[in-house]
T-cell receptor
Framework: DGGITQSPKYLFRKEGQNVTLSCEQNLNHDAMYWYRQDPGQGLRLIYYSQIVNDFQKGDIAEGYSVSREKKESFPLTVTSAQKNPTAFYLC???????????FGSGTRLTVV | SQQGEEDPQALSIQEGENATMNCSYKTSINNLQWYRQNSGRGLVHLILIRSNEREKHSGRLRVTLDTSKKSSSLLITASRAADTASYFCATDRLTGGGNKLTFGTGTQLKVEL
């Protein structure tokens, strides 16, 4: 079955550490997105990519980095520059920009 | 910044009743989408309505869009306990960097037996 796989489901980060969240899709979608969700709030866009080897900053890109070397993969690195990284991170994809999104099941990141 | 704002923030109804959620937004859009999120899970796409459409149906869901008022509503008819979830509206608009989907803050729906 086609879908989006995010791993790990839970991640713990020490202060000053970089961590990378994985997002893989087998839907043959061109566009991929990373969102952050804080408790009781909506989703905020971190980065998005509409084609391989190209990506754009979203509304809250500071302290994050991404790469898009393959169509299927869009990993997100949370760097030590992100001062408040504890959140629920969601990856999504769409066939074309403007289509409905398919979401992964999320990664919950906690700073310890 | 949040483009969409849902109203109410929380809604509690009995099974079998209808649930109505509203969404307001600020700028012109290409389309508006509604998503459902069960606690601690990813979002599920429910329905998409384009800016030139006024009403759309999908099963027990009915969505309206009023672009002059920059508002949309989602109606769930004959609700079930399994409909308990958070519901988000999201607006798609074209920016210099391409299409961007911006989510509202959500409505928490609880359907009680």
């Amino acid at each position: 079955d086609g879908g989006i796989t995010q791993s790990p489901k839970y991640l713990f980060r020490k202060e000053g550490q970089n961590v990378t969240l994985s997002c893989e899709q087998n839907l043959n979608h061109d566009a991929m997105y990373w969102y952050r969700q804080d408790p009781g709030q909506g989703l905020r866009l971190i980065y998005y990519s509409q084609i391989v080897n190209d990506f754009q900053k979203g509304d809250i890109a500071e302290g994050y980095s991404v790469s898009r070397e393959k169509k299927e993969s869009f990993p997100l690195t949370v760097t030590s520059a992100q001062k408040n990284p504890t959140a629920f991170y969601l990856c999504a994809s769409s066939m074309l920009p403007g289509d409905g999104y398919t979401f992964g099941s999320g990664t919950r990141l906690t700073v310890v | 910044s949040q483009q969409g704002e849902e109203d109410p923030q929380a809604l509690s109804i009995q099974e079998g009743e209808n649930a109505t959620m509203n969404c307001s937004y600020k700028t012109s859009i290409n389309n508006l989408q509604w998503y459902r999120q069960n606690s601690g899970r990813g979002l599920v796409h429910l329905i998409l309505i384009r800016s030139n459409e006024r009403e759309k149906h999908s099963g027990r869901l009915r969505v309206t869009l009023d672009t002059s008022k920059k508002s949309s509503s989602l109606l769930i008819t004959a609700s079930r306990a399994a409909d308990t979830a958070s519901y988000f509206c999201a607006t798609d608009r074209l920016t210099g960097g391409g299409n961007k989907l911006t989510f509202g803050t959500g409505t928490q729906l609880k359907v009680e037996l």
